[in-house]
Structure formats: structure tokens, C-alpha cells
């Protein structure tokens, strides 16, 4: 590795992307951010970091355009953390939606190979991919079994991974991510529902939320923790698969008990349950064993489950007090 190490990050507009550059550009390294946008036009999450990064273009579905962009960059350490994120809508285009996930894997991992072959890969794979394994918590060992296209294309991306460690010999990691949230992740998420719906009815703005399965088991952590585990990953002298997760289970209806109780209100008084969206239960509930990581990583979550649902309300209620009208 150079004097100043290099990484490219895939994803750079998004939540995960802008938690991972502000890490590498505090240890020093030289960002650059693969995105489809203009130049001009606003970097999501990482606006505020434009100054602080290179830019480079590349498309999702345009696998010609993601070669390139390794080639011109020819980073030490590539971070491939950009995907089509929202499980429901891999359902609306799934075959668009297994382009994006696989086809781009692919091809960053052949213009990995085929170029100067020092640089170093973490792909962000899910533990979506798990499905209903039939085992819990889910292990880097635990059988797949998908239940949507989204999961079903991580899991090829992370099969790929390994394909390509054992047979061309790629320091290619594939880090195997449960829910991990902040207060940059979309609003269309329901932890963000839940943090911004609490903010707003402690505003006054709002009378009560909708949701769906009360019921519904997470294994969720803070997008910040997350990233820093791909990093650990790429410090390593071999590569290596891993899961990164709390370990600990949480229900949705904790999660809403949790996000009221930072605004000092009790969530069973504004939350109402619309049948329509409930789902049907889930055969196995989604929770990750960070013990490999923990063992061999050092890796550890720093921020708790209260203290990353505190961290959203707090966020969303300095937004909504930013954007009251003035008199």
C-alpha cells in the first residue's frame, strides 16, 4: 500500500458510503466516490464531504462504465457497497434489480483481476441472504435461503466473492451486513418512520403512526460500526467472510417503544396497526452471531440499540425545529 492509501467506495451518495469516507479520509486516505450523478449534483449523505473527495462515474447496470472505473482509480482498498437497498421494490423489477446487485459485483471483481491485482475488496453483502435458514442467530456457515430477489442476488454477489478469492486469488471479503441504520438512512425505512413519526408527534405535527408487524424481528446497529468492520476486514492479511451484526434481537414494537420514550410519550397511544400491512410471520427471525468478527476482527458495536434510536429521534427532531416557519 502507498504512503497515502487509495479507496474507492461504490455507494458514495448513500447512508453507508458517508459514514465509511468520513472514517478513511480521518485515517488519512485519498476517497474517491463512484456515482451515476453529474458532478454538480448534490452527493446525498456525503455533500457535506464534496470538497474532501474525487469523484468518478460509473453505472450500476453499465458494467463498462464500473471497469473503467477501477482502472482509472486503481485504488488500494474498494469498498462495493452501492446496491438497490429497499427489499420490497426488488420485487417490482427483479430482474433490473439481480443486474444491479450481480452484474455489478462481477464486474468490479474482473477489473480487480485483470488490473494491477493489489487492490483490496470488501463487498457488502446481507443477511437477507440467510432467508428462512431454519437456524438462528445466522452464522457465515448457516445455509441460504432467499426469500426475495434482493436476497437472492446478494447471495450470488457473495458466492462470487468467494469464487473469486479461492480461484483467482483476490484479497475479496465479503462482509455479511444485518439492518444497521442512522439518522441518514431514507425515510421509506421503518426506523426512520418510527424516528421522524415520534419527533413529529412530539412537535405537535402529526396525531399517530402506521405500521405493520408490531411483531417483527431485527437484528439492527449503527451504520458507523458497520462500516468500520469493512475496514477491519481489508486490514487483514487474508480475506476473509464475515458477519456484522449486534447479535441481539429486537422487535419492532420495542423499536417504537423506544423512539417515543426519547420524547418522553408512550408509543401504544399514537402507534395503530393497519391489517393491510402486516405480513405474514417469518419462519426464521433475522439475526446475526458477530462472533467471528468479534474473535478475529476485534470488532465490536460501540453504539447500542437505545443509543442509536436516541441518535435518530435527537436528528430528526433538530430537523423539524430547522424547518419551522419563522415569524
Known amino acids: 500500500m502507498s504512503c497515502t492509501p487509495s479507496a474507492l467506495i461504490t455507494g458514495i ?46 453505472e450500476l447496470l453499465a458494467p463498462e462504465t464500473l471497469r473503467a472505473a477501477v482502472a482509472k482509480v486503481c485504488p488500494d482498498e474498494l469498498y462495493h457497497l452501492a446496491a438497490p437497498s429497499f427489499v420490497p421494490a426488488s420485487w417490482e423489477r427483479p430482474g433490473e434489480s439481480l443486474a444491479a446487485i450481480v452484474g455489478s ?49 446478494k447471495l450470488c454477489a457473495h458466492q462470487l466473492v468467494g469464487l473469486f478469492r479461492s480461484h483467482e486469488g483476490l484479497h475479496a471479503s465479503s462482509g455479511i451486513t444485518f439492518n444497521h441504520e442512522s439518522e441518514r438512512r431514507p425515510e421509506r425505512f421503518v426506523t426512520r418512520r418510527i424516528s421522524r413519526a415520534a419527533a413529529e408527534i412530539a412537535l405537535g405535527r402529526r396525531q399517530e403512526l402506521t405500521l405493520g408487524s408490531l411483531d417483527a424481528v431485527r437484528d439492527w446497529s449503527f451504520a458507523g460500526d458497520v462500516v468500520e468492520g469493512a475496514w ?96
Open 13 to 58: 451518495t448513500g447512508q453507508d458510503g458517508s459514514f465509511l469516507a468520513e472514517l478513511l479520509l480521518a485515517k488519512g486516505y485519498r476517497v474517491t466516490g463512484l456515482t451515476h450523478r453529474a458532478a454538480a449534483q448534490p452527493l446525498g449523505c456525503s455533500e457535506h464531504l464534496r470538497d474532501e473527495i474525487e469523484l468518478v462515474h460509473g
Open 232 to 327: 477491519l476486514m481489508l486490514q487483514q492479511p487474508d480475506a476473509d467472510d464475515y458477519v456484522l451484526a449486534s447479535g441481539t434481537p429486537h422487535t419492532v414494537a420495542e423499536l417504537a417503544d423506544c423512539a417515543f420514550a426519547c420524547v418522553g410519550l408512550e408509543a401504544d397511544r399514537y402507534v395503530r396497526v393497519d391489517p393491510e400491512l402486516v405480513r405474514a410471520p417469518e419462519g426464521t427471525p433475522s439475526v446475526g452471531d458477530p462472533g467471528k468478527a468479534r474473535e478475529r476482527l476485534g470488532w465490536r458495536p460501540r453504539v447500542g440499540f437505545q443509543a442509536l434510536v436516541q441518535r435518530m429521534v435527537e436528528a430528526d427532531m433538530r430537523e423539524l425545529r430547522d424547518q419551522a416557519p419563522r415569524h
Open 105 to 153: 459485483c462481477a464486474a468490479i471483481l474482473e477489473a480487480v483481476r485483470d488490473g494491477a491485482g493489489h487492490t483490496r475488496v470488501f463487498v457488502s453483502a446481507s443477511g437477507a441472504m440467510f432467508g428462512d435458514a431454519g437456524v438462528c442467530p445466522q452464522r457465515e456457515d448457516t445455509p441460504c435461503r432467499p426469500l426475495s430477489p434482493y436476497a437472492a442476488g
